[in-house]
């Protein structure tokens, strides 16, 4: 009997260990940890673009230096739609996430309705306590 409950035991830790690795693969595909390291690659050429654009326009301002065929703000009204496309780019992501958060939140209240179901119907089917 003991060694039938530890394969029972060792079979649901399988399975739990199967399902977290499932559940892993499924967060790095929806920009979990595996990509962080490419977010910040992306955050970082943001960053350097914007900041260049700005300090080149600074120093176009201060130095009075101007390039015939460049208009005068070109440099700022870049640095401003890098900055609306990173806020979209953001926008787009936590979407990802929510989603994911949506559909496990679903599972979850499903796997509770069914357990619920099932013990009603083991309540139902056992002589009650109260009979």
Same mark, same amino acid.
């Given at each position: 009997?003991?060694?039938?409950?530890?394969?029972?035991?060792?079979?649901?830790?399988?399975?739990?260990?199967?399902?977290?690795?499932?559940?892993?693969?499924?967060?790095?595909?929806?920009?979990?940890?595996?990509?962080? *390291? &490419?977010?910040? %690659?992306?955050?970082?050429? +943001?960053? !350097?673009?914007?900041?260049?654009? $700005?300090?080149?326009?600074?120093?176009?301002?201060?130095?009075?230096?101007?390039?015939?065929?460049?208009?005068?703000?070109?440099?700022?009204?870049?640095?401003?739609?890098?900055?609306?496309?990173?806020?979209?780019?953001?926008?787009? *992501? &936590?979407?990802? %996430?929510?989603?994911?958060? +949506?559909? !496990?939140?679903?599972?979850?209240? $499903?796997?509770?309705?069914?357990?619920?179901?099932?013990?009603?119907?083991?309540?139902?089917?056992?002589?009650?306590?109260?009979?």
């Amino acid at each position: 009997m003991v060694m039938d409950e530890a394969e029972i035991l060792r079979k649901e830790l399988d399975h739990y260990r199967s399902e977290k690795d499932r559940i892993r693969k499924v967060i790095g595909q929806i920009g979990g940890a595996t990509s962080k *390291r &490419q977010d910040r %690659v992306i955050n970082i050429i +943001f960053l !350097v673009v914007v900041l260049s654009l $700005f300090i080149l326009d600074i120093f176009r301002e201060v130095t009075g230096f101007a390039l015939p065929t460049i208009p005068r703000f070109l440099s700022i009204e870049l640095a401003l739609l890098l900055v609306s496309l990173k806020i979209i780019w953001m926008i787009h *992501r &936590q979407s990802k %996430v929510d989603h994911f958060q +949506f559909w !496990v939140l679903n599972s979850i209240e $499903f796997q509770i309705n069914m357990m619920s179901k099932r013990l009603k119907d083991l309540e139902e089917r056992t002589p009650g306590k109260g009979d």
